[in-house]
Nanobody
Framework: QVQLVESGGGLVQPGGSLRLSCAASGFTFSLYTMSWYRQAPGKERELVATAFSVGGSTFYADSVTGRFTISRDNAKNTVALQMNSLKPEDTAVYFC??????????WGQGTQVTVSS
């Protein structure tokens, strides 16, 4: 059974930091591209950051480049998102995604991040 369990969300003041974690099980983690998405109220889900399955390469949305860092640990089947210099516009539910193909595309339940003073 595939499971993606996010943790680490919460309330933080502008300029603060949070670290999200996603624990994966039920599939061969190292073969999957791992990503973080987010969805703010009234908006579509958007890609935040991706850690590809080979080569160690990463991708970031323009809005988070230089502030967020994605990392994966294939030995522990985890992917993390370090978020620094948080802004109110980063407020959203953050989702962990594992993708290999259209039929191998899994989502976590999401974790709320609220940036507010």
């Amino acid at each position: 059974q595939v499971q993606l369990v996010e943790s680490g969300g919460g309330l933080v003041q502008p300029g603060g930091s949070l670290r999200l974690s996603c624990a994966a099980s039920g599939f061969t983690f190292s073969l999957y591209t791992m990503s973080w998405y987010r969805q703010a109220p009234g908006k579509e889900r958007e890609l935040v950051a991706t850690a590809f399955s080979v080569g160690g390469s990463t991708f970031y949305a323009d809005s988070v480049t230089g502030r967020f860092t994605i990392s994966r640990d294939n030995a522990k089947n985890t992917v993390a998102l370090q978020m620094n210099s948080l802004k109110p516009e980063d407020t959203a539910v953050y989702f962990c995604n594992a993708f290999r193909s259209k039929t191998d595309d899994y989502w976590g339940q999401g974790t709320q991040v609220t940036v507010s003073s």
